[in-house]
């Protein structure tokens, strides 16, 4: 049974840091591309992050590019996403995701089969 539980999310204020981790059960982590999607209030369900097996490739959203990073330790079953200088928009459930058979970092929720329940970001004002 495939399992995926992230943690670090949290209340920051606006121009600060946040690391969340996803940590993998159930299969062999380096063998699957691996994701970051979140959802805000109201909104759909969008792509963060995503990235390759090996970890050397990575792929972000226009919105978060050049201000998140997405990591993967494959010795830990872990993938993170380093989320710095957060702003309001920012805040939403974030949830980690991995895919079955694609083999390649995808920007569509529906590529991924199996989801974490996802960890709360929130800005203060």
């Known amino acids: 049974q495939v399992q995926l539980v992230e943690s670090g999310g949290g209340l920051v204020q606006a121009g600060g840091s946040l690391r969340l981790s996803c940590a993998v059960s159930g299969r062999t982590f380096s063998g699957y591309v691996m994701a970051w999607f979140r959802q805000a209030p109201g909104k759909e369900r969008e792509f963060v992050a995503g990235i390759s097996r090996s970890g050397i490739s990575t792929y972000f959203s226009d919105s978060v590019k050049g201000r998140f990073t997405i990591a993967r330790d494959n010795a830990k079953n872990t993938v993170y996403l380093q989320m710095n200088n957060l702003q309001a928009e920012d805040t939403a459930v974030y949830y980690c995701?991995?895919?079955?058979?694609?083999?390649?970092?995808?920007?569509?929720?529906?590529?991924?089969?199996?989801w974490g329940q996802g960890t709360q970001v929130t800005l203060s004002s």
């Open positions: 995701a991995t895919e079955d058979k694609l083999g390649v970092i995808s920007t569509r929720d529906y590529d991924y089969r199996y």
